[in-house]
């Protein structure tokens, strides 16, 4: 069984990426609630269960931070941006890939589906105005808490990828590089 889990299962205290077996912390009910499932598999399935935590999500399909930018881009001269919440931007390809790999390994435990690297929501935001041949001067950074009406949210849920490469698998590739080449497939139906 694979269960899918979240970055929000941290406090984003850590300054350094949060290694699989890292002590949890939720700060939200969103995280409470995906710890629980966490726990509860691995008690049901403690030889069997397996739990990928993911983060930042981008496809074609659906509402997501790439996609909304692209949006942006297109209808405000200027656009503010979140510049103190460090993660990993994951392509739901990628991680289908992941999870496709894991599960033929026959690999069980805790897992950290997210792309390598890290980055700010507003350097995502300068990224993607690049690749549309924008100006990312554009981008605005501002604090979290100057965003209205948002969750408490943990500010640094870098995950660490040592479980992958202790079962023989490589990590998610680059964000970067992830988006980078999937872009053409996100914003064909978004002009």
Same mark, same amino acid.
């Given at each position: 069984?694979?269960?899918? *889990?979240?970055?929000?299962?941290?406090?984003?205290? @850590?300054?350094?990426?949060?290694? =699989?077996?890292?002590? !949890? @912390?939720?700060?939200? #009910?969103?995280? $409470? !609630?995906?710890?629980?499932?966490?726990?509860?598999?691995?008690?049901?399935?403690?030889?069997?269960?397996? +739990?990928? $935590?993911?983060?930042?999500?981008?496809? &074609?399909?659906?509402?997501?931070? +790439?996609?909304?930018?692209?949006?942006?881009?297109?209808?405000?001269? !200027?656009?503010?941006?979140?510049?103190?919440?460090?993660?990993?931007?994951?392509?739901?390809?990628?991680?289908?890939?992941? +999870?496709?790999?894991?599960?033929?390994?026959?690999? *069980?435990?805790?897992?950290? %589906?997210? *792309? @390598? %690297? =890290?980055?700010?929501?507003?350097?995502? #935001?300068?990224?993607?105005?690049?690749?549309?041949?924008?100006?990312?001067? &554009?981008?605005?950074?501002?604090?979290?808490?100057?965003?209205?009406?948002?969750?408490?949210?943990? $500010?640094?849920?870098?995950?660490?990828? #040592?479980?992958?490469? /202790?079962?023989?698998? !490589?990590? +998610? $590739?680059?964000?970067?590089?992830?988006?980078?080449?999937?872009?053409?497939?996100?914003?064909?139906? /978004? *002009?």
């Amino acid at each position: 069984m694979v269960h899918l *889990s979240t970055d929000y299962v941290f406090d984003g205290t @850590s300054c350094q990426p949060y290694a =699989e077996s890292a002590a !949890t @912390s939720p700060i939200n #009910a969103y995280g $409470r !609630t995906k710890l629980a499932g966490e726990q509860a598999v691995l008690e049901l399935l403690p030889d069997d269960g397996t +739990i990928v $935590r993911t983060a930042w999500l981008y496809g &074609r399909h659906g509402t997501n931070f +790439i996609r909304k930018m692209v949006r942006l881009e297109q209808m405000r001269k !200027t656009v503010d941006v979140v510049d103190d919440q460090w993660g990993q931007p994951t392509w739901t390809v990628d991680l289908a890939q992941q +999870i496709v790999a894991l599960v033929r390994q026959g690999a *069980s435990g805790v897992f950290h %589906g997210t *792309s @390598s %690297g =890290e980055t700010t929501w507003y350097d995502i #935001a300068r990224m993607v105005f690049r690749l549309l041949g924008a100006d990312p001067g &554009r981008i605005r950074p501002v604090r979290s808490d100057q965003v209205a009406g948002g969750e408490l949210r943990p $500010r640094y849920t870098v995950l660490g990828h #040592a479980a992958w490469r /202790e079962v023989g698998l !490589t990590p +998610i $590739r680059h964000w970067a590089t992830a988006l980078t080449q999937s872009f053409p497939l996100l914003v064909d139906g /978004e *002009s």
